[in-house]
């Protein structure tokens, strides 16, 4: 099956700093990228969804400025997490499509992102 | 608008025994749906998906999910639990178009030996 990794699993950084996380996927090439956030024993909250080559679309109340999207290419994309807060620990989780009937995503293995 | 319920946050079993978790989905266009699975600290795994075919959809680990129409339902079901089964559970739907994954709240389940 579709394979679909991020680097790096898991992050510790210090308030204020900047934290990448990066999305790929392995043996296909993706249309279309997602970034989730999901909080502890919750479901998934979509984030943003990203198109190689064009401007990142998020969600209602997801601050653009703080949660940077580049999909640069077809099999990567990267999130960025600008001048951190507690408030920002969270799992991150991205996921890759490419078209087709289905339309079926495929998750990455998540990023746990601890901001002290 | 696509929308999707679990009826349960959490089910408790007994290893050996079946496994029923419940989801009802609403969508405006004819849906594919989708079961995940996703251990502690681990990313999603698709356990099985529904796109407009068979309407008993067989999957991954011995689950299966029935597609209803009449009921707008599509749960996931299991004849013998086993511990390793034990996980939160997703139930997602999608419509038409590049439109994203509308996910569930998740139901717990837990595996008692």
């Known amino acids: 099956g579709a394979v679909v990794s991020q680097h790096p699993s898991r992050v510790i950084c210090k308030s204020g700093t900047s934290v990448k996380i990066e999305c790929r996927s392995l043996d296909f090439q993706a249309t279309t990228m997602f970034w989730y956030r999901q909080f502890p024993k919750q479901s998934l909250m979509l984030m943003a969804t990203?198109?190689?080559?064009?401007?990142?679309?998020?969600e209602q109340g997801v601050e653009k400025d703080k949660f940077l999207i580049n999909h640069a290419s077809l099999t990567l994309s990267t999130l960025t997490v600008t001048s951190a807060h507690p408030e920002d620990s969270s799992f991150y989780i991205c996921?890759?499509?490419?078209?087709?009937?289905?339309?079926?995503?495929?998750f990455g293995p998540g990023t746990r992102l601890t901001v002290t | 608008a696509q929308s999707v319920t679990q009826l349960d946050s959490h089910v408790s079993v007994s290893e050996g025994t079946p496994v029923l978790l419940r989801c009802n989905y609403s969508?405006?266009?004819?849906?594919?749906l989708f079961w995940y699975v996703q251990h502690p600290n681990k990313g999603l795994q698709l356990l099985l998906k529904?796109?407009?075919?068979?309407?008993l959809v067989k999957g991954i680990n011995g689950f299966e999910a029935e597609f209803k129409k009449s009921e707008t339902s599509f749960h996931l079901t299991k004849p013998s639990a086993h511990m390793s089964d034990a996980a939160e559970y997703f139930c997602?739907?999608?419509?038409?178009?590049?439109?994203?994954?509308?996910f569930g709240k998740g139901t717990r389940l837990s595996v008692i030996a």
């Open positions: 996921s890759a499509r490419f078209g087709g009937r289905t339309y079926e995503q495929y």
């Open positions: 529904y796109t407009s075919a068979a309407t």
């Open positions: 969508s405006s266009y004819s849906p594919s």
């Open positions: 997602v739907v999608s419509g038409s178009g590049n439109t994203p994954l509308v």
């Open positions: 990203s198109n190689e080559g064009s401007k990142a679309t998020y």
